[in-house]
């Protein structure tokens, strides 16, 4: 079996991501981040999620951007959003996240030997934000085989996001096809300890338009009706 490493966030688009790459054969490698956001639940959910999915090893790394700043995620002195959609890219948005997230899933993909990972990213409905583009994929993926011994010896890396192009209703289908359970799952900005959901910022509500499109039962706790 080919491996994989596939970043698990614990929310609704990593674990769908998972779920695919286990249904391509990939044994697959987790990997979460504990990059200093508001809460721990959702890295809890990602646990139970890879122990749903049968996954090979999941591991988390901590690294504080916190210490930096400058997101409502990582820094309690700014706000979550609450209102609805905003123009521009969000103050949810934290400076390089994802690049930082997939340096590390690059850097365990040589030592694994793999030269295959996910990322759970979409560019459908989404908050907006700079490195959830495919733009930004391709040149990471780009990056990465110019960066790595492995690329240089002739092994080429593959960055895989297939939910870019995927709407949210579509992507809830696909992973109730695949047997994901969204109730383990957490993607609010700002759940509390137990995993409940506000119900009220930019993630929550993509996240519940999504499954009324899909016209499937939403599982989540919110504390706001």
């Avoid at 998972?18 to 200093?36: H, P, Q, T, W």
């Avoid at 969204?182 to 499954?211: H, K, P």
């Amino acid at each position: 079996m080919r491996k994989a490493v596939v970043l698990l966030s614990g929310g609704l688009d990593s674990a769908t991501t998972l779920a695919m790459a286990c249904d391509k054969g990939f044994a697959c490698y987790a990997l979460s981040i504990d990059y200093g956001q508001r809460h721990q639940s959702e890295l809890a959910a990602a646990r139970k999620v890879g122990q749903s999915m049968g996954i090979k090893m999941h591991r988390t790394i901590s690294i504080d951007l916190s210490a930096l700043g400058g997101s409502a995620l990582t820094d309690r002195s700014i706000a979550v959003p609450t209102g609805g959609t905003t123009t521009g890219i969000p103050v949810t948005y934290v400076p390089a996240r994802n690049t930082v997230m997939l340096s590390l899933a690059l850097a365990w993909a040589e030592v694994l030997g793999s030269h295959d990972i996910f990322i759970g990213v979409n560019a459908i409905d989404y908050s907006g934000y700079p490195d959830c583009r495919p733009d930004y994929i391709e040149a990471f993926e780009k990056m990465s085989n110019l960066a790595t011994k492995t690329a240089r010896e002739g092994n080429k890396l593959m960055l895989h996001a297939p939910l870019l192009n995927l709407s949210k209703k579509e992507i809830i289908s696909l992973g109730k096809e695949l047997g994901v359970d969204y109730a383990l799952t957490v993607s609010c900005y700002q759940a509390d300890e137990s995993g409940s959901a506000c119900g009220l910022c930019d993630a929550c509500r993509i996240r519940r338009a999504g499954f009324l499109a899909a016209d499937i039962s939403d599982p989540t706790r919110y504390r706001v009706g």
